[in-house]
């Protein structure tokens, strides 16, 4: 019987010639990508390449047409969305599911809760509930919310709602964080701090984000897959891909200009 060497760590996240097909239309075409634990990869592509469904595959939304997605080794392709969040792989969305008429501490709370699965029996709820309490404060503290801790949601600027939605995404201890264009709709000056903010928060943790915007994925990622019609062209680090020439011809040219001229 083979064993692994002693010193084999899976990856954090592995897809294997993954496709998926709408009616017989072939949208993701043959995707393989490891991304190591720890690693910050940010996924870009041209409008309808397939990053989305890319990331509906990794988060259990959509099942494979065939090929597998691995979280630390293990096959994910059959399980729901809340048994793959369960074993570490937490993802936010565009659009914001934070409770609007909870409190930010609530948010947390709740988020913290949730995953730890509290909601099943009382006893363990109450025996809990300093532990949660503790690790939203923590969360508030590392999202720079603490002074709003008692607002309610709906009353937050835009930009503070998006970091409460990264505190809660994270809230649950998830080792793999997908964000889906964390800083869309925020100004220039937002953006940039909250690069700094997505940084601190995902330290230590495996990072995927859905990003257009060339400036978030110069000044956060490790590493970029670029998918041009539902096939990862290349997947290296920002160096490498902005001196691509294929990258450069099917898609990054003239963004890659702008966000160095924009300094980034
Ligand atoms: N549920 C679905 N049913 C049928 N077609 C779909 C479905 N979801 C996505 N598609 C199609 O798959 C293609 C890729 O879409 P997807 O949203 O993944 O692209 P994207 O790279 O995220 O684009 P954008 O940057 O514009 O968000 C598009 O042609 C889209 O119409």
């Known amino acids: 019987m083979s064993t692994a060497p002693s010193s084999y ?16 239309t072939e949208i993701i075409r043959g995707v393989n ?34 090929g597998d997605v ?13 048994e793959i969040n369960r074993l570490g792989l937490s993802r936010s969305f565009q659009i914001t ?43 508030m503290e590392m999202i720079h919310l603490d002074k709003k801790r008692d607002v309610l949601a709906v009353n937050l600027t835009y930009a503070e709602q998006r970091a409460l939605e990264i505190g809660i995404t994270i809230g649950g201890g998830a080792s793999v964080v997908l964000l889906d264009e964390p800083t869309a ?10 690069i700094q903010l997505i940084k601190e928060v995902t330290e230590g943790k495996t990072l995927l984000t859905v990003e257009h915007d060339m400036g978030v994925v110069f000044g956060l990622a490790d590493k970029i897959a670029v998918v041009v019609y539902g096939e990862v062209i290349a997947f290296d680090t920002p160096d490498a891909v902005r001196a691509n020439a294929a990258v450069q011809e099917a898609y990054l040219g003239s963004s890659v200009a702008d966000a160095q001229a924009g300094g980034h």
């Not at 760590?9 to 709408?22: V, Y």
């Not at 990053?51 to 990794?58: A, D, E, G």
């Not at 709709?185 to 909250?194: A, D, I, L, N």
């Open 9 to 24: 760590t899976a990856c954090a996240l592995e897809l294997r010639d993954l496709r998926k097909s709408f009616g017989k």
């Open 33 to 66: 990508l490891a991304v190591n634990a720890g690693e910050r990869v940010a996924i870009i592509g041209p409008n309808g390449a397939g990053k989305s469904t890319l990331f509906n595959l990794i988060s259990g939304r959509f099942a494979p047409s065939s």
């Open 70 to 82: 691995l979280l630390h080794g293990k096959r994910i392709n059959e399980l729901k969305p809340f």
């Open 97 to 139: 599911n934070i409770f609007p008429n909870l409190s930010v501490f609530e948010n947390l709370r709740c988020s913290v809760l949730w995953s730890l699965g509290y909601k099943y029996t009382f006893l363990k709820f109450l025996s809990g509930l300093k532990d949660a309490n503790d690790k939203a404060q923590e969360l």
């Open 185 to 194: 709709g925020m100004s220039k000056s937002e953006t940039s701090r909250f």
